[in-house]
């Protein structure tokens, strides 16, 4: 006779079986038939979505990590579409810090910190080459360039990164999406951060260094950063004396 299942392993069953999704690696058939388990799970058992989270953490995680002051434009471009892919709010402090926090629960804040980081890199080289690249320009002329190409690649990063988050939000029950949120904004709260709102002026940007920064976008392998959330986090990701700084006035989001 089979074991009678408990309702708390009913749920982290189902929550497993919506977790298959073609977003997080599973194939269109593996994710359909993952659904359908799911469904006649929550019929079997006289359960509803709500009941799904019920065995997600409560506890809220805020987590900074410092990067290049001087590319804080393009990573408020990315900071909007990596909240809404990971889960979490995605905060970058004012001018002259180059900070980010990254607040949620503890393992979308994981991801997100994860993403961040592999975008940020990817942004850096970028940043490197192209101006090693434009080396021997006017100032002026090279910084447009360099500019233009960054501009391009966050944006196009940012595209990307909505196209994944649209397939990861469709999947997941509006219940689950509330009770995330409802976390982010318990955390903001207990931590007392105060967030504003600051939108960036877009600059005038060179048509063919913009194209040139989409380009290097699309070689970013985002995909397998996604599948790589729950392995072993990359080694950028170790925290340095820097991210142990507290005290959060003045704390931003900006937008691209």
């Not at 709260?189 to 002026?201: H, S, T």
């Not at 290097?216 to 729950?230: C, P």
Request: hydrophobic share 40%; with cysteine.
């Amino acid at each position: 006779m089979a074991k009678k299942l408990s309702r708390k392993d009913v749920i982290d069953k189902i929550n497993a079986f919506l977790n298959m999704t073609v977003e997080r690696g599973a194939s269109e058939n593996e994710a359909l038939k993952a659904a359908k388990h799911a469904a006649a799970l929550l019929a079997e058992y006289d359960l509803t979505f709500a009941d799904l989270t019920e065995t997600m953490e409560t506890t809220g995680k805020a987590d900074t990590f410092t990067f290049r002051d001087d590319l804080a434009r393009f990573m408020h471009a990315l900071a909007e579409a990596i909240g809404e892919l990971c889960a979490v709010e995605v905060l970058i402090y004012g001018p002259g810090k180059g900070m980010i926090k990254i607040i949620g629960s503890p393992v979308d804040v994981d991801f997100g910190r994860y993403l961040s980081a592999i975008c940020l890199r990817a942004i850096e080289e970028q940043a490197e080459k192209a101006t090693r690249e434009f080396a021997l320009m006017r100032l002026n002329v090279r910084r447009r360039h360099v500019e233009s190409i960054l501009q391009g690649m966050a944006h196009r990063l940012s595209e990307r990164i909505r196209e994944l988050a649209w397939a990861r939000r469709s999947a997941m029950s509006n219940a689950v999406v509330v009770a995330k949120e409802d976390i982010i904004t318990k955390t903001i709260e207990d931590l007392g951060i105060k967030v504003k709102l600051i939108p960036f002026r877009e600059r005038g940007v060179d048509p063919e260094a913009y194209k040139q920064g989409i380009e290097s976008a699309n070689r970013v392998s985002l995909n397998n950063a996604v599948n790589a959330r729950n392995q072993e986090f990359h080694d950028i990701l170790k925290d340095d004396d820097e991210d142990k700084e507290d005290g959060d006035e003045g704390l931003l989001l900006g937008q691209g």
